[in-house]
Structure formats: C-alpha cells, structure tokens
C-alpha cells in the first residue's frame, strides 16, 4: 500500500480539521494508503514530522492554511526533501488554495489529489525564508499578526475586517528603496505586496499572476495624496483591477528578482506570518514544488 505524510494545525480556521479526521483515512484507505498523521503543536518542531520521511512517501498531506503551509514549506526546503505535496484549505482566509482552485470539501479536494499528476509550481524566497502565497509590508499587512489566536479562531475572517478598520484610523507612511530590472523606486509608500499567488484577505489584488510563469507580481501603493486615499482603499478592498491608477499613485509589475529596502521600523509578513527584517531579497523560484490537485 501506497503511504500518506499527513500533517495538520488542529488550530487554523475554526478547527474545522478535528471532526474531519475520520473521513481523511476513510477516503485515503477507498483508495489503497496508508495515512501517517503528525500533528504540529508548540513544543514540538515541524522537522519531527519528517523523521521517517525516506520510508517511500507518495506524498505529503497539508491542512491548515497559508501560514500551515509555509511552515510545511521551509521545513521540506531546509531538509531537502522532494516529495509532491497536497493541500486541505482549513485555515481562516485560505488565500493560496483559491488563487489554485483547490476544492474546500475534504473528500473532493482528496480524490483530486490522489487522481491527479503532481505539478511543478513556483514559489517566492524572500531572504532565506520561502512563502507560497504573499509577501507584504505597510498598512493592513501585518494584521494576522496582531490578532489573538483564540479570537481568530472563534470569528474567523470577521476578525481581520475588524482589525483592519483599526489599523486604516492610524495610516501612516514609509520610505522604501526598490531595486528591479523592470522597476526602481525611492520614495514614500503605504502598502507592498509580492504575490506568487493572487489574493490576499481574500482580496483578488493580482489578477495577473500565476504560478508557474517563474515571475511575482508586485503592488507598491506610493504616497497617494488625501483626497485619493479612500477612493483607492475602496477598489483595493473591492479587488478591483488597478489599471486606472497612474504610477504616481501605483505600482503594479512582473519580475523574478528585486531588492527592498526601508528606512523606517517596518515589519514583513509571510502569509499571515512575521517575516524578515529589511533589507529584503526577494526572488521567484521557478519550479520550485510538486503540487498535487492543480
């Protein structure tokens, strides 16, 4: 019989996972695995789950959400490890699962994964940390950070509304030096995202992207003057297409390589996640992981 690496945050979204564990091994069993589960908790590392990780794996199994599935991510990257991998969608905004159209029903997103090729999929490294789905920094982006696990949990995505309205009575600017072959800019912003998928928040933003073009979309909101500052924070919040922005207002391009850096005490994020500190280097790795389900 065929083995299923199968690791899961108990946590993310509203612990959706705990009452669909039953069904997991029932479908893997219909179609002939084994299931092995680990289960990431605090006191233990994400490198654990791969101790018998050359024991012939057809897989490795992820639920949780983009921040779960980054955390799964570094740790394959760090120890090397070259086995597809499948997504259940369990966390509260599940970002990168819609930018690929993963089924959120836990039967249909298994059968999927079981029936289809693995397919090789880009993802971004910012310094020497790998994310699936956004890199950001500036307003609203680090807001999962500042939420309280338990009340996440509780609301879910009514959290990161209430916390955003927060953050929005306290804007503020940054000073940022970006270095690309296609773009450079040293000025003021309020908001940057690197995508390799294409929402955030829920919020189709880069509507352009895709994931295996070998190139990250980058969103640098710039020093919007006061009277344009609410209509444009209506089409972001919207997902409305960006185009009718002029380039003073913002910047919207394709590269596989850039450089950042900031001036002021800014804080990344990774999918939901602190990231680095500034400087940033941030490129696309082409290829970079087998993805089943896609």
Known sequence: MKKVKFIYNP?????????????IIK???HYGYVVVPFRLCKNRSVNDAFFDIESNYDHILISGGDGTVDLILNAIKALNINIPIGILPCGTANDFAKAVNLPFDVKDAIERIVNTRPKKIDIGKINDKYFINVASAGMFTDVSQKINQDFKNSIGKVSYYLKGIEEALYMRKFSIEVKSNEVEYDGDMYLMLIFNGKTAGNINLAYKAKVDDGLLDVIIVKDVLFPNILPLLRSILKGEHLEGYNKDEILYFKTNKLKIDCKDNLITDIDGEKGPDFPLEIECIKDGIQLLGY
């Open 11 to 23: 946590n993310s979204g509203e612990r959706r996972i705990s009452h669909e564990l039953d069904k």
């Open 27 to 29: 479908v893997y069993q």
